[in-house]
């Protein structure tokens, strides 16, 4: 078992910044795919960026990409999401999630059902 902690959202401005946290506990973390979803009132959970174990190789969503930037600490068993340019949009709740059958990132990774471990997420509220 994994047990992860989302930390870090909160309400900013378009236009601002945040940095999301993910603390894992449990199985070994350093070993597996990690990756941030989010959920708007009203819509399905949508994938949001996606990292190697060894911090090598990510992904985003197209609307994301030059905006927010994920990353590693295997040491600390933590996961990061590093958003700018915060938009409205962006509004929702964030969650961390483990995949524990692979190391590295393939297309199955953008889907949901891919992660075995999930966080109870974080609220981002951006205001216009």
């Known amino acids: 078992q994994v047990q992860l902690v989302e930390s870090g959202g909160g309400l900013v401005q378009a236009g601002g910044s945040l940095r999301l946290s993910c603390a894992a506990s449990?199985?070994?973390?350093?070993?597996?795919?990690a990756g941030w979803f989010r959920q708007a009132p009203g819509k399905e959970r949508a994938f949001v960026s996606a990292?190697?174990?060894?911090?090598?190789?990510?992904y985003y969503a197209d609307s994301v990409k030059g905006r927010f930037a994920i990353s590693r600490d295997n040491a600390k068993n933590t996961v990061n999401l590093q958003m700018n340019s915060l938009k409205p949009e962006d509004t929702g709740v964030y969650y961390c999630?483990?995949?524990?059958?692979?190391?590295?990132?393939?297309?199955?990774?953008?889907?949901?059902?891919?992660?075995?471990?999930w966080g109870q997420g974080t609220q981002v509220t951006v205001s216009s």
């Open positions: 999630a483990v995949d524990k059958l692979w190391a590295s990132l393939t297309s199955s990774h953008y889907h949901a059902q891919s992660y075995d471990y």
């Open positions: 990292i190697s174990w060894s911090g090598g190789s990510t």
């Open positions: 449990g199985r070994t973390f350093s070993n597996y795919v």
